[in-house]
């Protein structure tokens, strides 16, 4: 029985198939193969750039990209990556793994404002799945460690030389306050 699961992939199957065959010629069947495998990430960057340049079929192109910001990230090239994973968010916006790997890019850059939105987002598509509560976990916790370190340059007369030798983080009721008012200013 043909399941629409079924007919996907063999649809699947025979565009890249015919348009790998169409285009062995000029090398795209070669870079198709390199953009998903290649060694290095250099060269799936490299590999992935040249695919994206020579097709047209919006699978193709969701999978180049996607494998492309995959070895931006690898790479620490995070403003790329987020370029990379915006175009495949534009060509597919319901997958929560999309909107997941770029989250991971902005929080890198430290732009958590934008990672807790595509952190946010990637929970709304996929609640059953625990990896994107995990992510969403780690932008709050960037978000902490940052607001904690403000608090303690902003107030650094309220942290006693214990606390400071330990690395201990253990603010008193005035820094606590600080801290809460800190992610407005943020």
């Keep these: 029985m043909m399941t629409l699961r ?42 992935c750039t040249f695919v994206i340049s020579r097709v047209s079929d919006d699978g193709a192109l ?17 403003p790329e990556a987020v370029r990379d994973f915006s175009a495949v968010i534009r060509l ?17 850059l430290g732009r958590l404002d934008e990672a807790l939105s595509d952190a946010n987002a ?9 990896f994107v509560f995990r992510s969403r976990a780690m932008v709050y916790d960037e978000w902490a460690d940052r607001t904690s370190r403000s608090a303690i340059t902003l107030m650094p007369s309220r942290w006693t030389s214990t606390t400071q030798a330990s690395g201990a983080i253990e603010p008193s009721s005035m820094l606590r306050s600080a801290a809460t008012a800190m992610p407005s200013s943020i």
């Excluded at 597919?92 to 890198?108: E, I, L």
């Excluded at 990637?122 to 625990?130: D, E, I, N, Q, S």
């Design 6 to 47: 079924n007919f996907s992939r063999l649809t699947l199957t025979f565009c890249v198939t015919t348009t790998v065959g169409a285009a062995n010629a000029d090398g795209l069947g070669d870079a198709i193969h390199s953009c998903r495998g290649a060694p290095s990430a250099v060269d799936k960057v490299a590999a």
């Design 92 to 108: 597919n916006p319901k997958v929560a793994g999309y909107y997941d790997n770029r989250q991971n890019a902005f929080r890198q």
């Design 122 to 130: 990637a929970v709304r598509l996929a609640p059953g799945y625990t």
């Design 62 to 78: 969701l999978k180049a990209y996607n494998r492309r910001g995959l070895a931006n990230v690898e790479l620490g090239r995070y």
